[in-house]
């Protein structure tokens, strides 16, 4: 639960996600437990993947046995909550990954829980962007979870029972697969950027998957649901110090109450040097209730505007620029605007 870097940590003191479910059920919910797999199939990668004192406590039956009780437990279950993922060491200082996806014979499990019928929650540990396409594509429910620390269990059991309602957005990118690491948001644009839909011929993009990830910068879902009006500008020409704000209305449009992090991009659109496709330039978290609407507003700045030219000087030039703002860095409502010195 602590995670890896947690070498001096005192695991007893760890609430385990088990034990956090139980207590935050109480005595009304029954909680059925079963190992279900081991990290790997391969024992030597887990001893790899459980350094410093850290045991997994493996366990030798064969394969099928394990995933095979954990179904008949799933079966008596009114819904199926699986923790896959990563162990603690499997991630950070010297571990690295040549296959991000989860180990295969976790992914035999959710797949044998899948064909119950039962509604299945995935609760996913994990230090490092995963390749979980398949997981996204079939799985009714995700809760990423990294490695919270000693209270995890109780805040995990929170979400899922409802008692909070999650509105954390991922400070990464998450791809479809290996392939396509590295990705992220703030890239540089190509000299044949993709001009639509996957796939052209002679553009930047790939045979078998498109460009986009699972998961963009700065995702995150909600019990709740939110939508985006239209992005507004106080002027689309500006000169010298002058300031732009930036408006967008937020309407909480589900049941319950929620929060939501509205999130600002600018995109330099011609620079004396290669300048990224958009970068986050802020943000503000905001609480609606069910059916409440705000407007969120951002004060732009030449500041933001700046970067380190070939002279490595820290300035900003004229030119034209594209204002974002959404839910994350693929859902933006944008506005274009010139800005002269």
């Known amino acids: 639960m602590p995670g890896t870097w947690s070498v001096a940590a005192d695991f007893s003191k760890s609430v385990?996600?088990?034990?956090?479910?139980k207590d935050v059920a109480g005595e009304g919910t029954k909680i059925i437990y079963s190992r279900g797999s081991n990290l790997d199939a391969d024992s030597a990668f887990e001893e790899r993947?459980?350094?410093?004192?850290?045991?997994?406590?493996?366990?030798?039956?064969?394969?099928?046995?394990?995933?095979?009780?954990a179904v008949a437990a799933a079966q008596q279950a009114d819904v199926i909550i699986a923790a896959l993922g990563e162990s603690a060491e499997m991630t950070g200082e010297s571990s690295s990954r040549s296959n991000i996806e989860i180990p295969q014979t976790q992914q035999d499990l959710l797949k044998a829980l899948l064909r119950t019928g039962k509604p299945v929650v995935l609760v996913l540990f994990t230090g490092r962007p995963l390749a979980i396409k398949w997981e996204n594509d079939q799985v009714p429910a995700i809760l990423n979870v990294w490695f919270g620390g000693t209270e995890a269990g109780h805040a995990i059991g929170d979400v899922l029972f409802g008692a909070v309602n999650p509105s954390g957005k991922l400070s990464t990118t998450w791809p479809q697969n290996v392939g396509q690491?590295?990705?992220?948001?703030?890239?540089?644009?190509?000299?044949?950027?993709?001009?639509?839909?996957?796939?052209?011929?002679?553009?930047?993009?790939?045979?078998?998957?498109?460009?986009?990830?699972?998961?963009?910068?700065?995702?995150?879902?909600s019990y709740t649901h939110f939508s985006y009006g239209d992005l507004s500008l106080s002027s689309t020409s500006l000169k010298g110090s002058q300031t732009l704000t930036a408006t967008i209305a937020v309407t909480n449009d589900g049941a319950i109450a929620g929060k939501e992090t509205v999130?600002?991009?600018?995109?330099?659109?011609?620079?004396?040097?290669t300048r990224p496709v958009e970068e986050l330039k802020g943000f503000k978290k905001i609480s609606l209730n069910a059916g409440e609407s705000q407007k969120v507003s951002f004060t732009i700045t030449p500041e933001d505007l700046k970067f380190y030219n070939n002279d490595l000087k820290y300035d900003w030039e004229s030119g034209d620029f594209e204002i974002m703002a959404g839910p994350n860095s693929r859902d933006v409502k944008s506005v274009k605007i010139n800005w002269t010195k």
Do not use: C
Not at 213 to 218: A, D, L, R, S
């Open 16 to 21: 385990s996600l088990l034990q956090g479910l």
């Open 49 to 69: 993947a459980g350094m410093f004192g850290k045991s997994l406590n493996r366990d030798h039956r064969p394969a099928e046995a394990i995933r095979d009780e």
């Open 181 to 221: 690491v590295p990705i992220y948001y703030n890239h540089m644009n190509t000299g044949r950027p993709l001009e639509s839909a996957w796939f052209q011929k002679f553009r930047s993009n790939y045979l078998d998957v498109s460009n986009d990830p699972v998961y963009p910068f700065g995702y995150g879902l």
């Open 263 to 273: 999130q600002l991009y600018i995109r330099d659109l011609v620079g004396s040097i």
